[in-house]
């Protein structure tokens, strides 16, 4: 097994390989979801390169991609950090089939969801439990306050938050210490420099960057010819229209003559 570079999340203490790895796209949003054997040699093959760091979500599938994670994970629950999400809810009454397009941070729910996640990774207690998105009907006091319990029960150690703005982070923080912000940010995503990160190095808090490669477009493989599949959620992404496509592709041969 080899080892990669480790960051601490901030002040929490808490350890992490340097380059995590996002399953989210293993069971949904990038078109179908993939095949569940490959996906768990895919994630057991990150282990052996020294990955320690696995991020999933209830409503990735939904349910499904958080019974993978666990799944694959399991031999190695002692090595790896898995951390996982909260904060939607089904829009309507079956969950079996939920369209998961409600924010529900209630303290009720989340205390009702936990167990849910717990079972899925097959775990006793979920190292970084994050709200995934801030829910405008409930303050954001009242969600630090139910994770704090979660964490005094022993079923969650560390928490965070998901594209939080300064003043939520802030005020999260002083219920209880916020480990970490997962937030959209590449060499086409700068937004968090302006305000978030000196805000969370003030506070000590971890910065964890999703879709670093830009949800596939820094990666050259995509231009404005490209065709996703009809159940890929970038169709929906305004920069991922064939005209945004086209004029953020100097980006992209910028990038090339840098890399060359």
Known sequence: MKTLQKRKLGNSGLEVSAIGLGCMGMSWSYGEAKDKAEMINLIRSAVEQGVTFFDTAEVYGPYTNEELVGEALAP????????TKFGWAPANKSEKDARWNALNSR??????????????????????????????????EDVAGAVKELI??????????????AGTIRRAHSVHPVAALQSEYSLWTREPEREIIPTLDELGIGFVPFSPLGKGFLTGKIDENTKLESSDFRNTVPRFSPENRKANQALVDLLNKVAQ
């Open 76 to 83: 190695f629950r002692n090595d790896v950090v898995i951390a």
């Open 152 to 165: 005094q029960q022993g079923k969650v150690k560390y928490w965070g938050l998901s594209e939080a703005g």
């Open 107 to 140: 303290p009720d729910h989340i205390k009702k969801v936990v167990e849910g996640s717990l079972t899925r990774l097959k775990v006793e207690v979920i190292d970084l439990y994050y709200q995934h998105r801030v829910d405008p009907n409930v303050p954001i």
